[in-house]
């Protein structure tokens, strides 16, 4: 008779029904059924049902059910574990009996179930290692929902570390999976997710929207720890300093409060006491924000809970600041930092040694305040490193068309759904006018959402306008470089007088080919009007951005334009640039590029010109 590899279920207690009868495998398994049960409410519970299964199981020889109570026993225990047995203990032995038994469906839930208790504790590498071993498994047995399932686990892991890119990548991922699994509470998590990820980045009105659909799709009879969840998030947005919708977070809040009350889990409401205890910081209610947060650090630190236990530090660092007990404040920041999960947490550890350093320097402890400055100034250039900002607008930018392609196929679902209820409808005439009104507004919805010029290929104006609007924003949050350059060819007008039309098409088409070509991923390229293109050159310096378009009207000068027509053997160009790195959002950016422009015709075409932003 086997027994569990390298130790044993955690001990204290006989069997609950006191006896041997009616030991099967059906009693473990029931057992391991009211364990589940029990887990979030009643831990202690569930941990003494998952021992009477492991005890019947291995009595029976029976391997799975073992295995099943090893790994849901590591489940209810803390993440310190107990005197004789740890969570990653346990799920590591049930892990190996899964691979003997060759389930790789179980094995994927032991390693996924590591890799949260993993994450628990601060050990952030071998949670992302596990959790992808975990996600490989549920890719190969075909899971969509599983798959989602890990990638949401996985995208609040790089979270904490500060991985942003990352998690919004996996995270989008998840979102697509649940939405062909057909898992609308999966849908609401990694929605959940994407806006707390999104708020992070900045992008507050993209964050609101997805908190929104979450909360849409996480009903409280459906899912209430979700939801749960889902208000904090949200009202931790909302209730940002500052926030228009400040009080609109309070009330989130409260229901957050009432749902959480009725689940009867000690770890979510310490969440919603910890934000609860954040909202009155803001509001400037110090004293009861502080009552919040000694309550909440109690139960976290009862729970064993060190990544709740750092934040809930955080915060009443911060509260003790406020209330003006510096040195209070240092003891529990310092605390803070000590705690394994803030190793390797970016998004953890940079407020913590911001306000460290804050205090420090205040008291004139310069070389302590330095130390904290320092590494607060490295987690800040790890989460605004320059390739993660580029994959993130790109990844905002996939998104968008995503969302634009999902609710365009919605609409046709819809519009076929009511060409379905027209036809069996009484009122046929009245609902088909109602049909074709939809389906009008639907089809000019589409024709507004176009974004390609149907000649070139390229951003058209409107996709081009509204481009440039959001990298200036870009430019200045993070203080990029911006330039913009304005391409026109020279005596076009002769080219369609002389060689036709469709040979004016084409070689609007070629240099515009040649322009997407020849600039990078990240900057954006459109046709502005006419003959005249526009180009964005994202984090580019105005001495950057003029070598870079002396090199694209050589180029263009260089094409061969023959073959469409025996006359036309060179098209040339000139060009407008403008930027300014002090200011890469002015408001004259596009028309300074404009008048380099005219400046460049005006002193002999097929040339360069370049003017700052004033």
């Known amino acids: 008779m086997a027994g569990p590899p390298g130790g044993a279920l955690p001990t204290g207690g006989g069997l609950l029904d006191g006896g041997r009868q009616g030991e099967t495998p059906a009693r473990v398994d029931e057992c391991l059924a009211q364990a589940r049960a029990l887990r979030a409410t009643d831990p202690q519970q569930a941990l003494a049902l998952c021992r009477q299964a492991g ?3 291995l009595r029976l020889d029976y ?26 203990a346990l799920m590591l032995q049930a892990l190996s009996l899964f691979e003997g038994l060759g389930d790789r469906r179980a094995q994927a839930e032991a390693l996924l179930a590591l890799a949260c208790d993993q994450a628990r504790r601060g050990e952030q590498a071998a949670a992302l290692a596990h959790g992808r071993r975990g996600l490989a498994l549920r890719q190969e047995l075909g899971d969509l929902g599983g798959q989602a399932d890990a990638l949401i686990r996985l995208g609040a892991v790089l979270r904490d570390m500060g991985r942003l890119a990352d998690a919004l990548e996996w995270l989008h991922q998840a979102l697509d999976l649940a939405l062909r699994a057909a898992e609308p509470v999966l849908q609401g998590q990694a929605h959940s997710h994407i806006g707390l990820v999104l708020a992070e980045l900045g992008e507050l009105p993209l964050g609101e929207d997805h908190h929104r659909r979450a909360l849409a799709l996480l009903t409280p009879a459906v899912a209430p720890a979700a939801r749960v969840e889902a208000l904090l998030a949200h009202a931790e947005l909302l209730g940002r300093p500052g926030s228009a919708s400040f009080e609109a977070a309070q009330v989130l809040l409260v229901e957050a409060r009432q749902l959480a009350g009725t689940l009867g889990q ?9 934000a609860q205890g954040r909202w009155r910081q803001t509001a400037g209610e110090v004293l009861a924000a502080a009552q919040l947060l000694v309550e909440a650090l109690a139960v976290a630190r009862r729970l064993d809970e060190p990544a709740l236990e750092a934040e809930v530090l955080l915060a009443l660092g911060r509260n003790r600041w406020l209330q003006g007990e510096p040195q209070a404040a240092v003891t529990l920041l310092a605390a803070a930092l000590q705690t394994p999960s803030v190793q390797g947490a970016d998004r953890l550890a940079a407020p913590l040694h911001e306000l460290l350093s804050t205090l420090l320097e205040a008291q004139q402890q310069w070389r302590e305040a330095l130390h904290h400055y320092k590494a607060w100034d490295a987690c800040r250039q790890r989460l605004l490193d320059q390739d993660n900002q580029r994959r993130i607008r790109q990844l905002l930018q996939q998104a968008d068309l995503e969302r634009v392609r999902r609710d365009a196929e919605t609409a046709r679902e ?17 609902q088909k006018q109602a049909l ?44 990029h470089p911006l330039a ?21 098409d084409e070689v609007l088409r070629r240099v515009g080919l040649l322009l997407r070509d020849a600039c990078r991923s990240g900057d954006i390229v459109g046709r502005y009007g006419g003959e005249e293109f526009m180009v964005v050159l994202v984090e580019t310096p105005l001495s950057g951005a003029h070598v870079l378009c002396e090199k694209l009207r050589q180029r263009i000068a260089a094409l061969d334009f023959t073959d469409l027509h025996p006359s036309l053997s060179r098209v040339t160009a000139s060009i407008g640039v403008s930027g300014d790195a002090q200011d890469p959002v002015a408001a004259d950016l596009v028309r300074r590029a404009d008048q380099a422009l005219y400046q460049a015709k005006a002193t002999g075409r097929n040339r360069v010109c370049v003017l700052p932003a004033e």
Not at 414 to 421: D, F, H, K, N
């Open 55 to 57: 005890e019947i199981a």
């Open 63 to 88: 391997q799975g059910g073992l295995a099943w109570s090893l790994l849901q026993a590591g489940q209810c225990l803390p993440p310190g574990g107990l005197a004789d047995a740890t969570p990653s």
């Open 266 to 274: 000690a770890a979510l409401n310490a969440r919603v006491l910890l």
């Open 414 to 430: 819809q519009a076929r759904q009511l060409g379905s209820e027209l036809h069996a409808a009484r009122e046929a005439e009245r």
């Open 436 to 479: 074709l009104e939809q389906l009008e507004r639907q089809s000019e919805l589409l024709r507004q959402l176009s974004r390609e010029d149907g000649l070139t290929g390229l951003a058209n104006r409107r996709w081009l306008d509204a481009q440039l609007t959001r990298e200036r924003e870009r430019a200045r949050r993070y203080r």
């Open 484 to 504: 913009v350059a304005m391409v026109d060819l020279d005596h076009f007008k002769r080219i369609n007088d002389r060689c036709s039309h469709p040979v004016g």
